[in-house]
C-alpha cells in the first residue's frame, strides 16, 4: 500500500476524487454544508479570535523586547537539567500552559527565529509545549461536558503532567549533536524597541489568528461532509470491529475518529452514553493528542523553518496516550461519582452565552496578567544577573 501511494500518479488520483466528491458534497448538501461554515465562523468569533489574538501579542512581546531572556538567566538552572533546552524557552513552556494550543507552538517557533533556543531546542519544545489552556479543560471539559469541576481539575492536572512527562522524555532527543553542545548557557539577550516590538506583534498576531480560523472552519465543514455522506460512520464501524478486543463499539470509535480529526467536537461527543471512567480517559487522550485541525494550524506556522515536524506529531501522540493512562490510573485511585447541580448547570448556561467582548475582556486581563507575571520574573532575572556580575568583579579584586 505504502509503494502504491507513493506513487505520482496513484496520488494525483486519490487526490482528485477526494476533490470531486468534496464538490458533489457541495451541490448535494448545500444547506448543511452552509450551516457548517456558519456554525465554524460563529466559534471563531466567538471563541478563537477573542482568546488568541491577545495571547499571540503577548508571545510576540515577551520575546521581542528580551523578557525571555531574562526569564532564561532565572530558569536555566532548571530547563537544562530536567529538558535539556536553554533557560528562555521556559517562556514557551508557560505560554503553552497558559494561552492553549497552538500559542505554545508559536512561542517556540519564534525562540527559534530570534536566536534564543537551537533547532533541536526547538523540536524539543514543539514536542510537549503546545498545551490545552486551563480555560477550555475547567470551563468548557470540566463544567460543560462533564457538569463537575473536579473533573476539570483531573484532566488539567493529567494534561500538565503528561505534558512534563513528554519533555522528560524528548530530552534525550538528538542528546550527541554537536549543535546540544555548543550551546550550554543562555544566549546574548536580544531586545528590540517596544514601537517596532508592538507593531509586528500585531500584525503577526492577526495573520496567526486568521490562519487558525481558517482551518477551524474547514475542519467544522468537513466532519460535517464525513457524516453526510456516512464516510465517518462507516469508518466508525470499521475500527469498533477492529478494536472489539478492547471494549470499543461503534459509538466509542465514532467519538475517537472526531477527536482525532478536531479536538473541540471531539469532546463534545463525549456527553452522550458510556461510563464515566471511559469518556474521561478519552477525553484527556484528546485533549493530549490536539487533533489533526490543531496540528495544520501548527504546520502553517512552521512553514519553512526547517524544524522536524514528526518531533511534533510524535510528542503530541505521546501526549495524548500518557494522558489517558494517567487518567484512568486517577480516576481507579479516586473514583468520581458526577452529579449535575443546579449551579453548574448555570454554570454551563453561561459559558454556552458567553459573547465576544466578553471573551475579549477575560483573555485581554488573563494576557496582561501573565505579562505581568514575566515582567517580574524579568525584573528578578536582571537583579540575579548584577549580583553575579557583582560577585565576579568581587572575586577578581
Same mark, same amino acid.
Given at each position: 500500500?505504502?509503494?502504491?501511494?507513493?506513487?505520482?500518479?496513484?496520488? %494525483?488520483?486519490?487526490?482528485?476524487?477526494?476533490?470531486?466528491?468534496?464538490?458533489?458534497?457541495?451541490?448535494?448538501?448545500?444547506?448543511?454544508?452552509?450551516?457548517? @461554515?456558519?456554525?465554524?465562523?460563529?466559534?471563531?468569533?466567538?471563541? +478563537?479570535?477573542?482568546?488568541?489574538?491577545?495571547?499571540?501579542? =503577548?508571545?510576540?512581546?515577551? +520575546?521581542?523586547?528580551?523578557?525571555?531572556?531574562?526569564?532564561?538567566?532565572?530558569?536555566?538552572? @532548571?530547563?537544562?537539567?530536567?529538558?535539556?533546552?536553554?533557560?528562555?524557552?521556559?517562556?514557551?513552556?508557560?505560554?503553552?500552559?497558559?494561552? #492553549?494550543?497552538?500559542?505554545?507552538?508559536?512561542?517556540?517557533?519564534?525562540?527559534?527565529?530570534?536566536?534564543?533556543?537551537?533547532?533541536?531546542?526547538?523540536?524539543?519544545?514543539?514536542?510537549?509545549?503546545?498545551?490545552?489552556?486551563?480555560?477550555?479543560?475547567?470551563?468548557?471539559?470540566?463544567?460543560?461536558?462533564?457538569?463537575?469541576?473536579?473533573?476539570?481539575?483531573?484532566?488539567?492536572?493529567?494534561?500538565?503532567?503528561?505534558?512534563?512527562?513528554?519533555?522528560? $522524555?524528548?530530552?534525550?532527543?538528538?542528546?550527541?549533536?554537536? %549543535?546540544?553542545?555548543?550551546?550550554?548557557?543562555?544566549?546574548?539577550?536580544?531586545?528590540?524597541?517596544?514601537? !517596532?516590538?508592538?507593531?509586528?506583534?500585531?500584525? #503577526?498576531?492577526?495573520?496567526?489568528?486568521?490562519? $487558525?480560523?481558517?482551518?477551524?472552519?474547514?475542519?467544522?465543514? $468537513?466532519?460535517?461532509?464525513?457524516?453526510?455522506?456516512?464516510?465517518?460512520?462507516?469508518?466508525?464501524?470499521?475500527?469498533?470491529?477492529?478494536? &472489539?478486543?478492547?471494549?470499543?463499539?461503534?459509538?466509542?470509535?465514532?467519538?475517537?475518529?472526531?477527536?482525532?480529526?478536531?479536538?473541540?467536537?471531539?469532546?463534545?461527543?463525549?456527553?452522550?452514553?458510556?461510563?464515566?471512567? #471511559?469518556?474521561?480517559?478519552?477525553?484527556?487522550?484528546?485533549?493530549?493528542?490536539?487533533?489533526?485541525?490543531?496540528?495544520?494550524?501548527?504546520?502553517?506556522?512552521?512553514?519553512?523553518?526547517?524544524?522536524?515536524?514528526?518531533?511534533?506529531?510524535?510528542?503530541?501522540?505521546?501526549?495524548?496516550?500518557?494522558?489517558?493512562?494517567?487518567?484512568?490510573?486517577?480516576?481507579?485511585?479516586?473514583? =468520581?461519582?458526577?452529579?449535575?447541580?443546579?449551579?453548574? *448547570?448555570?454554570? @454551563? &448556561? #453561561? +459559558?454556552?452565552?458567553?459573547?465576544?467582548?466578553?471573551?475579549? *475582556?477575560?483573555?485581554?486581563? !488573563?494576557?496582561?496578567?501573565?505579562?505581568?507575571?514575566?515582567?517580574?520574573?524579568?525584573?528578578?532575572?536582571?537583579?540575579?544577573?548584577?549580583?553575579?556580575?557583582?560577585?565576579?568583579?568581587?572575586?577578581?579584586?
Amino acid at each position: 500500500m505504502g509503494r502504491l501511494l507513493s506513487k505520482e500518479s496513484v496520488r %494525483e488520483i486519490c487526490v482528485g476524487t477526494a476533490l470531486l466528491c468534496c464538490a458533489l458534497a457541495l451541490v448535494c448538501w448545500p444547506r448543511e454544508i452552509g450551516a457548517a @461554515v456558519q456554525s465554524g465562523l460563529e466559534l471563531c468569533y466567538n471563541v +478563537i479570535l477573542p482568546s488568541l489574538f491577545p495571547f499571540f501579542i =503577548l508571545t510576540s512581546l515577551v +520575546i521581542s523586547l528580551g523578557l525571555a531572556g531574562y526569564l532564561g538567566r532565572l530558569l536555566e538552572p @532548571v530547563m537544562r537539567p530536567l529538558f535539556h533546552v536553554s533557560g528562555p524557552c521556559a517562556a514557551a513552556l508557560a505560554l503553552g500552559f497558559v494561552g #492553549g494550543y497552538p500559542v505554545g507552538a508559536r512561542a517556540a517557533l519564534t525562540l527559534y527565529e530570534n536566536g534564543q533556543c537551537t533547532k533541536t531546542e526547538a523540536e524539543r519544545l514543539l514536542a510537549f509545549c503546545n498545551n490545552s489552556g486551563p480555560a477550555f479543560i475547567l470551563g468548557v471539559v470540566g463544567a460543560g461536558i462533564f457538569a463537575d469541576s473536579r473533573v476539570g481539575l483531573l484532566l488539567c492536572l493529567t494534561h500538565a503532567a503528561a505534558s512534563v512527562c513528554v519533555g522528560l $522524555i524528548f530530552r534525550f532527543y538528538r542528546w550527541g549533536d554537536r %549543535e546540544n553542545r555548543k550551546q550550554r548557557s543562555c544566549p546574548p539577550i536580544r531586545a528590540q524597541r517596544f514601537a !517596532a516590538a508592538f507593531t509586528e506583534a500585531v500584525k #503577526g498576531a492577526l495573520s496567526s489568528t486568521l490562519n $487558525i480560523c481558517a482551518f477551524v472552519v474547514c475542519f467544522t465543514v $468537513i466532519l460535517r461532509m464525513g457524516f453526510l455522506s456516512g464516510i465517518l460512520p462507516a469508518l466508525a464501524g470499521l475500527l469498533g470491529r477492529l478494536l &472489539a478486543p478492547l471494549g470499543f463499539s461503534r459509538l466509542w470509535a465514532e467519538r475517537l475518529l472526531t477527536g482525532i480529526l478536531e479536538v473541540s467536537s471531539g469532546v463534545w461527543s463525549l456527553t452522550g452514553d458510556g461510563s464515566l471512567g #471511559g469518556r474521561l480517559s478519552m477525553a484527556a487522550f484528546m485533549l493530549g493528542w490536539a487533533g489533526i485541525s490543531v496540528h495544520c494550524q501548527v504546520l502553517s506556522f512552521l512553514g519553512e523553518s526547517g524544524l522536524n515536524v514528526r518531533t511534533y506529531v510524535g510528542g503530541k501522540l505521546l501526549h495524548g496516550l500518557i494522558s489517558a493512562a494517567l487518567t484512568a490510573l486517577v480516576f481507579r485511585l479516586f473514583p =468520581l461519582e458526577a452529579t449535575v447541580s443546579s449551579y453548574l *448547570t448555570r454554570q @454551563v &448556561a #453561561g +459559558i454556552a452565552g458567553t459573547d465576544f467582548y466578553t471573551a475579549l *475582556t477575560v483573555s485581554t486581563a !488573563a494576557a496582561w496578567v501573565v505579562f505581568l507575571l514575566f515582567f517580574l520574573a524579568a525584573a528578578l532575572g536582571i537583579e540575579k544577573g548584577r549580583r553575579n556580575a557583582g560577585k565576579r568583579r568581587s572575586g577578581v579584586l
